[in-house]
């Protein structure tokens, strides 16, 4: 158990325990001594694009709705579906692709990634403990034919 451990730690820190004395005999005492091992939560704060909340992400989605285009080269083959596209918000506010998880056809993920670079430096980075962090994202960007 991890109780057991920290106490054991806590105790490891505190000088050698001699034994209780009367008159030069060793004698029984009992000692109580309280530790107080408070849980304290990860303080963090998620990645923010431009002026939204923190775990809102829907000027992020508005963003990107306003600028994917269907490639009109697919027009003729009807290629549609769900592009996949894993990036990253670095600690300046920059943004990397990670990885295309799924993708119909390269030029909808091509798309996909030159808007996602595009917020590069739009970002406010994650925080861990009020330090910059890196973050991923995973984000999907559906293409359908009307």
């Given amino acids: 158990n991890g109780h057991w451990s920290l106490l054991r730690t806590a105790l490891a820190g505190i000088d050698s325990f001699q034994p209780a004395t009367e008159r030069g005999e060793k004698v029984p005492y009992r000692q109580t001594m309280e530790y107080n091992f408070a849980y304290i939560p990860e303080v963090t704060t998620p990645a923010c694009f431009k002026k939204s909340e923190p775990n809102d992400l829907t000027v992020f989605e ?3 709705a306003k600028r994917v285009e269907y490639p009109g080269e697919l027009r003729p083959w009807g290629v549609s579906g769900r592009v996949i596209i894993v990036f990253i918000v670095n ?8 990885k295309v998880l799924e993708s119909p056809h390269p030029k909808m993920s091509y798309r996909v990634k030159k808007i996602i670079l595009s917020t590069s ?26």
Avoid at 93 to 98: F, L, P, W
Avoid at 140 to 145: E, G, K, Y
């Fill in 62 to 64: 508005k963003y990107i």
């Fill in 91 to 98: 600690t300046d506010g920059s943004v990397e692709i990670d």
């Fill in 121 to 146: 430096g739009k970002w406010i980075p994650a925080l861990y403990f009020g330090a910059p962090v890196r973050q991923k994202f995973v984000l999907p960007v559906d293409f359908r034919l009307r």
